[in-house]
């Protein structure tokens, strides 16, 4: 079955999720649309029917809640998606009663839509599988602000889990959007590790900790990483700074001016303030103080457009805080390391070498 569901899983295929909102809420697929078959508080009025009065009664109740102009509109949405998703596949929670008559009053309106055997449960425990044959990984490390997610990027063969988390993994690194649910970033992991299961070499990763932001990387996946080989990117203190000034004050401020208008500079400010405390025990009383003074100096002047402002307190955490705890945790793991060098040099490694490890 697994080989099935790999297939429809790597195709990107379409869903249509029948669950309740809150059930979709707490985990789905990253191609799937939400129109449920049962609202919340209809499944929730079925539930306890189930309880107190058997599953005929609730299975009675269910078809009066959704009759008539309900039952109606329930299935103009579905064939409407239908009509732009024609390779749509259906499943509810475990591949039951609501998908069974979802599907025969899709097939009465016309629509033969495949269902998923086992529901949203069975896609989810073959995701988790995947976990447990994971292609061989390259950690890429290096100094914050070296460019280690762009580049990854540049190679196919790669897995981005800054991405799928939305947040930049560090404690600067916050974004407008927010984050997923844990299981939807597990799902989408385990579908691009599915899509690129037969890398010729390895997958590149970029060295992350246990934690992006609030999304934990699945235990077997850190394993792996933990386990694998290192190479480490280099950059001038200048270039990583002007990546940093890039990345967490010109396009975060961009993205929270086209969501907040004029209350962009207040959000920026409370984000890189917030952060700033957020690493207050770690970065020491003295530093603190000093690297919030010049936080705040550079918003109060020009906002988002203190250039030479931001590049100081940037420059001042990458010397007092990030370089020194990165030199520790890379000695920690310095018998793993297989290469070190700039952009191209590493570049040219994967061409050449990196067959070898």
Not at 31 to 37: A, E, F, Y
Request: net charge neutral; charged share 25%.
């Amino acid at each position: 079955m697994d080989n099935e569901l790999h297939q429809i899983l790597i195709e990107d295929t379409p869903f249509l999720d029948v669950r309740a909102e809150v059930e979709y809420q707490q985990g789905t697929m990253p191609t799937s649309v939400n129109l449920p078959i049962l609202t919340n508080q209809e499944r929730h009025r079925v539930g306890f029917c189930y309880k107190q009065q058997g599953s005929t009664a609730a299975t009675k109740l269910g078809y009066q809640l959704v009759s008539g102009v309900t039952r109606d509109q329930r299935i103009d949405s579905w064939t409407e998606f239908l009509r732009t998703q024609p390779k749509a596949h259906l499943y509810c929670w475990r591949g039951g009663q609501r998908s069974e008559i979802a599907q025969l009053w899709l097939k009465e309106a016309g629509f033969e839509v495949p269902r998923i055997n086992g529901g949203y449960k069975a896609l989810r425990q073959c995701l988790m599988r995947c976990f447990e044959h994971i292609a061989p990984l390259i950690v890429v490390s290096g100094y914050t602000g070296v460019g280690k997610t762009d580049f990854i990027n540049q190679f196919s063969e790669s897995i981005d889990l800054e991405a799928l988390a939305h947040h930049r993994g560090s404690a600067f690194g916050k974004r407008v959007s927010s984050q997923p649910v844990q299981a939807d970033f597990e799902n989408s992991l385990a579908i691009d590790l599915l899509k690129k299961k037969h890398a010729e070499r390895f997958l590149f990763v970029e060295d992350e900790s246990r934690l992006i932001g609030r999304i934990q990387v699945p235990h077997l996946f850190k394993n792996a990483m933990d386990a694998a080989a290192i190479v480490v990117l280099q950059d001038s203190l200048k270039q990583r700074v002007e990546r940093i000034l890039q990345d967490y004050i010109v396009v975060q401020f961009n993205e929270l001016t086209a969501v907040h208008g004029d209350e962009a500079l207040e959000q920026l400010s409370n984000q890189l303030l917030a952060a700033t405390d957020a690493i207050k025990k770690r970065l020491g009383g003295v530093n603190h103080k000093t690297v919030r003074q010049m936080v705040e100096s550079a918003l109060v002047r020009h906002g988002a457009n203190d250039i030479q402002g931001h590049k100081e307190w940037i420059e001042f955490l990458l010397v007092h805080y990030y370089d020194p705890m990165y030199n520790f945790q890379l000695q920690q793991k310095s018998d793993r390391i297989v290469f070190t060098g700039t952009w191209q040099e590493i570049a040219y490694w994967h061409s050449k070498k990196a067959g070898d490890i």
